[in-house]
């Protein structure tokens, strides 16, 4: 079946610790994103990729990193310098056809605490 | 002025009742715009996309005013099921064409029986 695998589910790191989040699609799409949601809050933009080996920040990258090195894979890492990196982390793939925006298609995301 | 803003919410609604939630946007580029629901402590799941003036699902139907520049969602006969929070969703194009989806905060809606 196609879709849109993170893993863990669950996750906890010792503060001063880099923990990497797995995100891998078989959709065959070009564009990745990773977003982190905190408690009644809405998604927040950490990074974006559309083609391999090329990525964007979004709205709050600072203490996180990435990398594009295969299409179907988009791993999050989040380093020591995140200072407050518990949160529900998501990661979504889109098609990319023209001009036309296609909806985003998500995991089941990685529930991050920090000890 | 943030990129999309929704209404603050929540709505709690009986039964039965037509709810509407509001999406403003500031990017007069975006093309198409999206609704997702999301339940609690769930991944987002694609509710309806709007491309042109609107769509219509049973009973969820999607508005798009570009002159206005804001989206709607309609619900109506609203049934315990449809409790979640909505979040609206616009492409944007960045430098280098590069598109990020941004979200809106999301409207939590609360059918009660």
């Known amino acids: ?115 | 002025r943030k990129e999309v803003e929704q209404d603050p919410g929540p709505f709690n609604v009986p039964e039965g009742a037509t709810v509407a939630f509001n999406c403003t946007y500031s990017n007069s580029a975006s093309q198409s715009f999206f609704w997702y629901r999301q339940d609690c402590r769930k991944e987002p799941k694609l509710l309806m996309s709007v491309y042109s003036s609107g769509n219509e699902d049973g009973r969820f139907t999607a508005q798009l005013n570009r002159a206005s520049q804001y989206i709607s969602l309609l619900i109506r006969d609203s049934k315990l099921s449809d409790s979640a929070t909505y979040l609206c969703v616009c492409p944007l194009i960045s430098s280098g064409s590069a598109r990020q989806l941004t979200f809106g905060s999301g409207t939590q809606l609360t059918v009660l029986p």
């Not at chain 1, 949601?37 to 559309?50: A, F």
């Not at chain 1, 979004?58 to 518990?86: C, H, M």
Request: proline share 4%; hydrophobic share 30%.
């Open chain 1, 1 to 115: 079946d196609g879709g849109i695998t993170q893993s863990p589910k669950y996750l906890f790191r010792k503060e001063g610790q880099n923990v990497t989040l797995s995100c891998e699609q078989n959709l065959n799409h070009d564009a990745m994103y990773w977003y982190r949601q905190d408690p009644g809050q809405g998604l927040r933009l950490i990074y974006y990729s559309q083609i391999v080996n090329d990525f964007q920040k979004g709205d709050i990258a600072e203490g996180y990193s990435v990398s594009r090195e295969k299409k179907e894979s988009f791993p999050l890492t989040v380093t020591s310098a995140q200072k407050n990196p518990t949160a529900f982390y998501l990661c979504a793939s889109s098609p990319l056809q023209g001009a036309l925006d296609t909806e985003a298609f998500f995991g089941q995301g990685t529930r991050l605490t920090v000890v």
